[in-house]
């Protein structure tokens, strides 16, 4: 066991991203910043975990919801941009996360979700843009590093939508959307404390 830790250690060194003399702050920088926060990461995945478990048969909703992903993510950049400031930005990121969890848990139920509110969650991104833009290194490419978040927010939007494909039955969904939004919830809960 303490073989596979070193080599897991090995694996992931810490100052592998790190190293001094890079000039990329543009596309990759951009891609990157998503990766690096779990409340970014698991909010884009449960989105689209979200629309794969309530709508996975409809192929039109997994590309609208993306587009207002998408969307949302460039207006709160665009918002980030002018200059305003939005108070209490980490708090309006961890509501997100509650809202994909109670979404998630709501579906327990077993009744459909309206697909407006599935287009609300995912509008909900706009506080995640506004914070990738307003972390943006100062001499950073301002439209590259955007478009590398957005893309990197559609990846991780696909995983969560592959990851929601694998519960085909509806026993195996129950049990998804019993486990993914109590996950949510407790990690909501983890950021808050």
């Not at 596979?4 to 543009?26: D, R, T, Y």
């Not at 926060?37 to 709508?55: E, K, N, Q, R, T």
């Not at 490419?141 to 991780?156: E, W």
Request: charged share 10%; proline share 3%; hydrophobic share 55%.
């Amino acid at each position: 066991m303490k073989n596979a830790w070193m080599l897991l250690a090995l694996l992931f060194p810490s100052l592998a991203s790190a190293h001094p003399g890079h000039s990329e702050v543009g596309f990759l920088s951009g891609m990157l910043h998503p990766l690096s926060g779990v409340d970014h990461v698991a909010a884009m995945m449960g989105i689209g975990l979200v629309c794969s478990l309530y709508f996975g048969r409809d192929k039109s909703m997994k590309w609208v919801s993306l587009s207002v992903l998408a969307l949302s993510l460039v207006f709160g950049a665009g918002i980030a941009v002018t200059g305003f400031y939005i108070p209490m930005f980490e708090s309006l990121i961890a509501l997100s996360l509650v809202l994909v969890g109670v979404v998630l848990t709501f579906g327990v139920s077993g009744r459909q979700l309206s697909r407006w509110l599935v287009y609300m969650l995912a509008s909900f991104a706009c506080f995640h843009g506004y914070v990738h833009l307003f972390e943006m290194p100062t001499n950073a490419a301002v439209m590259l590093y955007i478009l590398g978040f957005v893309a990197a927010s559609a990846a991780l939007y696909f995983v969560g939508f592959i990851l929601g494909a694998q519960f085909e039955s509806p026993e195996s969904k129950k049990k998804a959307f019993l486990y993914s939004g109590s996950m949510y919830l407790a990690m909501t809960a983890m950021f808050l404390v």
